[in-house]
């Protein structure tokens, strides 16, 4: 059992930066790999960002690319995601999950078994 809490959320200015954290308690947070999610008002949750067991591989959504970065430290039982040159686009509340291992898809919400609260992220214009 793991348990997630994010942290690092607020409001900014856009083009401006945030830097998120999540530390997991509870489990082994080296042996998930981890995504961020966010929900905007009236959307569905999307995956923002994942990152394997050892860092090594991560991915991200399109519209993100160049901009975040996901990384994790499992030395701390941490993961991060760095939010540069925001945009109004951007607001939502980003949440940390953890997935099961072994699966294809790590794009799925429901490969991630365990969910942070949620910080909530406002990017202004």
């Known amino acids: 059992q793991v348990q997630l809490v994010e942290s690092g959320g607020g409001l900014v200015q856009a083009g401006g930066s945030l830097r998120l954290s999540c530390a997991a308690s509870?489990?082994?947070?080296?042996?998930?790999?981890m995504g961020w999610f966010r929900q905007a008002p009236g959307k569905g949750r999307e995956l923002v960002a994942r990152?394997?067991?050892?860092?090594?591989?991560?991915r991200y959504l399109d519209s993100v690319k160049g901009r975040f970065t996901i990384s994790r430290d499992n030395a701390k039982n941490t993961v991060y995601l760095q939010m540069n040159s925001l945009k109004p686009e951007d607001t939502a509340v980003y949440y940390c999950?953890?997935?099961?291992?072994?699966?294809?898809?790590?794009?799925?919400?429901?490969?991630?078994?365990?969910w942070g609260q949620g910080t909530q992220v406002t990017v202004s214009s």
């Open positions: 999950a953890a997935a099961r291992l072994g699966l294809t898809n790590y794009e799925r919400s429901s490969s991630y078994d365990y």
């Open positions: 509870g489990g082994s947070f080296s042996m998930h790999p």
């Open positions: 990152i394997n067991l050892s860092g090594v591989t991560t």
